[in-house]
T-cell receptor, first 111, second 116 residues
């Protein structure tokens, strides 16, 4: 079993829809949770970061962490075609440890 | 800043040949990471350095893979001999530990390697 599980998709939605992307993990030591966005033929870039449990909002994006369920989510409101990309969750244990990435979910937002 | 620079962007080689991938991290960053990305396995950490010293190479798949960081502004990942199953996109990333304690890694554009 992988440490981090993520549905590869693709997830296809119409413009304006609310998107929910999720990851589950098995290592209870993870404390730092991140979402990276990767456009086609580009490197991943950090989208959001959350420490421990709770919610964090940034514009149209909301990240949620439920440590009791070992489950993290990224919500995208009013999705746009420019949001079409692969979204990778990533997590680590201590104040600096290597990141463990999910395999990524490909999102397609159609106009 | 120009960001993380990788070269070459594309590499096509034949099985058995030596392949060298290059990376220039963001100036001032003290961590450098090499990843491999495939459809099947996603993004896998191969090795990372802190202040030019290799810290964890447990992700390096075989002895055919080696990485060096001779100075703070340059790193190489070498595959010798290369095999078709090494075909993947190889990313270099660098980071500087944030006062908040998290590790934002900045990725380069990647090198797409095809081994025939």
């Amino acid at each position: 079993q992988k440490e981090v599980e993520q549905d590869p998709g693709p997830l296809s939605v119409p413009e304006g829809a609310i998107v929910s992307l999720n990851c589950t993990y098995s290592n209870s030591a993870f404390q730092y949770f991140m979402w990276y966005r990767q456009y086609s033929r580009k490197g991943p870039e950090l989208l959001m970061y959350t420490y421990s449990s709770g919610n964090k909002e940034d514009g149209r994006f909301t990240a949620q962490v439920d440590k009791s369920s070992k489950y993290i989510s990224l919500f995208i409101r009013d999705s746009q075609p420019s949001d079409s990309a692969t979204y990778l969750c990533a997590m680590s244990g201590g104040s600096f440890q290597k990141l463990v990435f999910g395999t990524g979910t490909r999102l397609l937002v159609s106009p | 800043d120009a960001g993380v620079i990788q070269s070459p962007r594309h590499e096509v080689t034949e099985m058995g040949q030596e392949v060298t991938l290059r990376c220039k991290p963001i100036s001032g960053h003290d961590y450098l990471f090499w990843y491999r990305q495939t459809m099947m396995r996603g993004l896998e950490l191969l090795i990372y350095f802190n202040n030019n010293v290799p810290i964890d190479d447990s992700g390096m798949p075989e002895d055919r893979f080696s990485a060096k960081m001779p100075n703070a502004s340059f790193s190489t990942l070498k595959i010798q001999p290369s095999e078709p199953r090494d075909s993947a996109v190889y990313f270099c990333a660098s980071s500087l530990l944030s006062p908040a304690g998290y590790n934002e890694q900045f990725f380069g554009p990647g090198t797409r390697l095809t081994v025939l």
